[in-house]
């Protein structure tokens, strides 16, 4: 078993601890063919980059590209916030972005009424597992997310119809190995229900990255390794 990509990796752009090129140098260490950052998007009141900075990562990212070219592929991410029913932070123009994961974040500001949901029910408030999941699928079509960051954290969603949203529209489900937000079961379900299933850090230092032991630990308990789209056998 190999583990070839990870996609969900923070630095000290947001609040993560390392650099975008000590992430870079992890996963060349660990053999990674694919190494994202993926930067909390501008949405995020408390973590989001924009303006500048977000300037002066996306050129940082160029820099790593051609610097690592032939070693490993490293990919300019962005992790979306949701914003409201169906709304997000994902840009209208994503050209400069290699992979765009989306979830539900505190610390957003409402863009619709379902807005202050997000921040009622991510502060403990009453859970609309269903109405969840139908917002974020509908704003990742919208807006071509490539994966859904770490379902069921701060908000429940509904996994059955979540995972056959994400089976037509093609979008990966992730299992996060920071949160460990879904159960066994719950991987389980969303694999039979042919939603494809990615496993990702959340690394917040470069010593984490591609450390995948909490998420790889709950896909083996839910029979489900071997359909890991970014592991190898
Ligand atoms: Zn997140
Ligand atoms: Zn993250």
């Known amino acids: 078993m190999k583990i070839i990509s990870d996609l969900h990796t923070h630095t000290y752009y947001s609040h993560g601890k390392?650099?975008?090129r000590d992430n870079v140098l992890r996963a060349v260490e660990l053999g990674l063919r694919e190494v994202a950052v993926s930067e909390h998007a501008s949405g995020n009141i408390y973590y989001g980059v924009r303006g500048k900075k977000l300037e002066r990562l996306k050129e940082e990212m160029r820099a790593l590209k051609r610097e690592f070219a032939g070693r490993i592929d490293v990919k300019t991410g962005l992790e979306c916030n949701m914003t409201g029913f169906g709304k997000s932070d994902i840009p209208k123009d994503r050209s400069?972005?290699?992979?765009?994961?989306?979830?539900?974040?505190?610390?957003?500001?409402?863009?619709?009424?379902?807005g202050w949901h997000i921040l009622f029910e991510s502060f403990g408030g009453k859970s609309t597992p269903r109405r969840n999941?139908?917002?974020?699928m509908e704003a990742?079509?919208?807006?071509k997310a490539d994966i859904?960051?770490?379902?069921?954290?701060?908000?429940?969603?509904?996994?059955?119809?979540?995972?056959?949203?994400?089976r037509q529209l093609g979008?990966?489900?992730?299992?996060?190995?920071?949160?460990?937000?879904?159960?066994?079961e719950q991987i389980k379900t969303a694999h039979e229900r042919g939603a494809g299933l990615i496993v990702g850090s959340d690394a917040h230092r470069a010593e984490r990255v591609g450390d995948l032991?909490?998420?790889?630990?709950s896909c083996a308990e839910a029979g489900v390794l071997e359909h890991i789209v970014n592991i190898e056998w």
Do not use: Q, R, W
């Not at 400069?96 to 379902?114: Q, R």
């Not at 990742?140 to 807006?143: C, I, M, P, T, V």
């Not at 859904?148 to 994400?166: F, G, K, R, T």
């Open 171 to 184: 979008i990966l489900l992730e299992v996060n190995s920071s949160h460990v937000s879904l159960t066994p």
């Open 96 to 114: 400069e972005y290699d992979v765009i994961l989306l979830g539900y974040h505190k610390g957003i500001l409402p863009a619709n009424g379902f």
């Open 148 to 166: 859904i960051s770490h379902p069921n954290l701060y908000l429940e969603v509904d996994i059955p119809y979540m995972a056959e949203c994400a």
């Open 213 to 217: 032991k909490n998420a790889l630990a």
């Open 133 to 136: 999941a139908e917002s974020i």
């Open 140 to 143: 990742a079509d919208k807006g």
């Open 18 to 20: 390392g650099s975008p």
